[in-house]
Nanobody, 121 residues
Framework: QVQLVESGGGLVQAGGSLRLSCAAS????????MGWLRQAPGKEREFVARIVWSSGSTYYADSVKGRFTISRDNAKNTVYLQMNSLKPEDTAVYYCNAERWSGSRWSADSWGQGTQVTVSS
């Protein structure tokens, strides 16, 4: 199982930027995809962004397209979420997750502990 450790959350004013990091360890990641999801108070956890480790292909929720960028550093086994033009509605706990390709489908492998992002208006 992959171990995930997130960092980089905090308090920022609307229009500001933050970069979240997710350091992964425990396996090689060629058959993984890594994602960021978030959960605001009283709401369900929602997809934010995802990157396929081997190809670098990225996917984004419509709500963050053009503002957030997901990337990976192979040497550091770390996934980043660069968040620009932040809005108060981006306030949530952000979670990193890892999914493994089994040959026929993606399966959840592990989750990080979450990091709080608060955007003030």
């Amino acid at each position: 199982q992959v171990q995930l450790v997130e960092s980089g959350g905090g308090l920022v004013q609307a229009g500001g930027s933050l970069r979240l990091s997710c350091a992964a360890s425990g396996r090689t990641f060629s058959s993984y995809r890594m994602g960021w999801l978030r959960q605001a108070p009283g709401k369900e956890r929602e997809f934010v962004a995802r990157i396929v480790w081997s190809s670098g292909s990225t996917y984004y929720a419509d709500s963050v397209k053009g503002r957030f960028t997901i990337s990976r550093d192979n040497a550091k086994n770390t996934v980043y979420l660069q968040m620009n033009s932040l809005k108060p509605e981006d306030t949530a706990v952000y979670y990193c997750n890892a999914e493994r390709w089994s040959g026929s489908r993606w399966s959840a492998d592990s989750w990080g502990q979450g990091t709080q992002v608060t955007v003030s208006s």
